[in-house]
């Protein structure tokens, strides 16, 4: 194998597998250097993403949400499902095939893009040089043009709670128990608190959550945050907010948590717990000292706008670097910084970066939320339309959502979009393409939309800016 490389990426993750391609679709001679090994002991490309991330926590959502609508849900629409039953080892094993499935495309593609797979865990070196230890603990030094740094990110510990086999387990714990923990603590009611604190749920776990901020949710649109709340409770999930875990116990199976909330010191006994705090930056052993890559406060590897790090021809990308821990938005940085080492101009907006949380309803935003107009001082407009008035959501029986959309008064441009219902996931593409090509309220309201849809919400919504929404009463009329 040549050691020397035009890129060599560290980091196989959405961020680093895609700049990697990108970079070898450019012509550029690349490797990428990987040292995730999965479930069954293999080396395997994809990252957090795709062995324990976005795609096996889609997979069982996708599972609990089909066997809790065949419980509760088949008989609104006329159908008779008698013995319905949860085989959580097959599902599971199901989510584990599609585990293997992806990540081995990725293997493909890397293949068919002649892309050097280092197996190994790298450590970047003075002078663009990179060291990889392999599974033998055997170093070998390779160097390149330019080094992308795409380490990712994993799960935060707390002392207060720390993982103890398959009872209080992290994010990817959690992707993995074969059987429903009839009493579940979930601590943390951020992203992944909420999508796998409805999968247990859905399949028949009692879930409390304890949140430390007072705040549920507090990155979302206050009013699409509340209505969130109201259909998590309506659904069984106890959300204690201001809930302060200060220690956790085992004891034969059973796990003792004492946290305090505004009136004082509280106990709970569960049979599980998940921990799902946040998210770290994997920095350890990133660099030697005499490497010099410099480190921000909050412990991201520091980049500018371009994703240059402090060090020539060295990048980083991802979870590694500020911005939200999202997959997408990692993968758009190594598209981006792969064009920018080809010599190309790339271009990627920040400010129109979806969100989604996969719970049932979806949550799904982009731009701007109204609290934040707010404090900015803008002078804006707001247009919102209940899946309750869609001819589609009644179609579908599941009318709980909102599509909220916020635009600046003077100008029309939207300056937001907020949308909690079903399949907002996929709606909110609608606001990310208004936002990238500047659109006005005047653009979404000259639009046609299909009948019947959920995308008619959101014109609806944009309507309703102006006053003139059809199917419901306009307030501001
Ligand atoms: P990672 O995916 O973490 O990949 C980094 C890779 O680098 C890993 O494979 C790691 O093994 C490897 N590595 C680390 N150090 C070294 C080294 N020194 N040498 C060699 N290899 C190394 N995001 C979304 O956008 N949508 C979702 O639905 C979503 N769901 C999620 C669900 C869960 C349960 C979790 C935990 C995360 C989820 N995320 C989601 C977040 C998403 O997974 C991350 O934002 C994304 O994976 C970050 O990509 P990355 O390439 O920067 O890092
Ligand atoms: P998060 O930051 O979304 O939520 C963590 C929550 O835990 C916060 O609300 C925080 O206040 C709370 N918390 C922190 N310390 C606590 C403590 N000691 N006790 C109780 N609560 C505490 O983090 P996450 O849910 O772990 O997710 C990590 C990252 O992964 C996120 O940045 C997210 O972007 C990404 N992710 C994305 C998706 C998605 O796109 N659908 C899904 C999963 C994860």
């Not at 507090?218 to 106890?238: H, N, Y």
């Not at 220690?247 to 106990?267: F, H, L, M, R």
Request: glycine share 10%; aromatic share 6%.
């Amino acid at each position: 194998m040549s050691d020397k490389f035009d890129v060599i990426v560290i980091g196989g993750g959405p961020a680093g597998y895609v700049a990697a391609i990108r970079c070898a679709q450019l012509g550029l001679h690349t490797a990428c250097v990987e040292n995730w090994i999965n479930k069954q002991g293999k080396p395997a490309l994809g990252g957090t993403c795709l062995n324990v991330g976005c795609i096996p926590s889609k997979a069982l959502l996708e599972a609990s949400q089909r066997y809790y609508d065949a419980v509760n849900h088949f008989d609104d629409y006329g159908i008779e499902a008698t013995s319905v039953r949860a085989d959580v080892p097959k599902m599971i094993a199901q989510k584990d095939k599609i585990v293997q499935e992806l990540t081995g495309g990725i293997e493909g593609l890397f293949k068919a893009n002649k892309i050097t797979w280092i197996q190994g865990t790298g450590s970047l070196l003075p002078e663009k040089h990179v060291e990889v230890t392999d599974q033998n603990n055997t170093k070998s030094t390779y160097s390149a043009e330019h080094v992308i740094l795409a380490t990712g990110s994993n799960s935060i510990e707390i002392p207060s709670a720390p993982l103890q086999g398959d009872i209080i387990v992290d994010s990817s714990g959690a992707l993995d128990w074969e059987s429903v923990p009839e009493k579940l603590c979930v601590i943390g009611a951020g992203v992944i608190g909420l999508e796998l604190g409805s999968v247990w749920r859905r399949l028949g776990s009692e879930v409390v959550v304890l949140e430390a901020q007072d705040a549920f949710l507090p990155m979302v649109d206050d009013q699409i945050a509340r209505e969130s709340l109201k259909q998590f409770t309506k659904q069984g999930l106890d959300i204690k907010l201001g809930a302060r875990v200060m220690a956790s116990t085992v004891s034969g199976n059973k796990v003792n948590i004492q946290y305090t909330d505004k009136d004082g010191e509280q106990q709970l006994q569960v049979d599980r717990v998940i921990v799902a705090v946040g998210r770290r930056s994997n920095i350890d052993n990133l660099t030697l000292p005499e490497t010099d890559l410099l480190i921000d406060e909050r412990g991201l590897v520091h980049v500018n706008g371009a994703c240059e790090t402090n060090l020539p021809g060295v990048w980083a990308i991802g979870d590694l670097v500020r911005g939200p821990m999202l997959a997408h938005k990692g993968s758009e940085e190594g598209v981006a910084v792969a064009e920018r080492i080809a010599g190309k101009h790339s271009h990627l907006n920040y400010d129109a970066i979806p969100s989604v949380i996969y719970t049932h309803p979806e949550i799904s935003w982009v731009g701007k939320t109204e609290q934040q107009l707010k404090e900015e001082g803008v002078n804006y407009k707001k247009g919102v339309f209940p899946f309750m008035a869609s001819g589609r959501a009644k179609a579908m029986q599941d009318t709980n959502g909102t599509v909220k959309i916020l635009a600046d008064a003077d100008t029309d441009a939207v300056l937001g979009m907020h949308i909690v219902g079903a399949h907002s996931s996929e709606l909110i593409g609608h606001g990310v393409l208004t936002l990238e090509f500047e659109g006005t309220i005047e653009d979404i309201a000259h639009t046609v939309f299909a009948h019947p849809t959920l995308s008619e919400a959101i014109h609806e919504a944009a309507l309703g800016a102006d006053g003139r929404a059809i199917h419901i009463p306009n307030r501001n009329r």
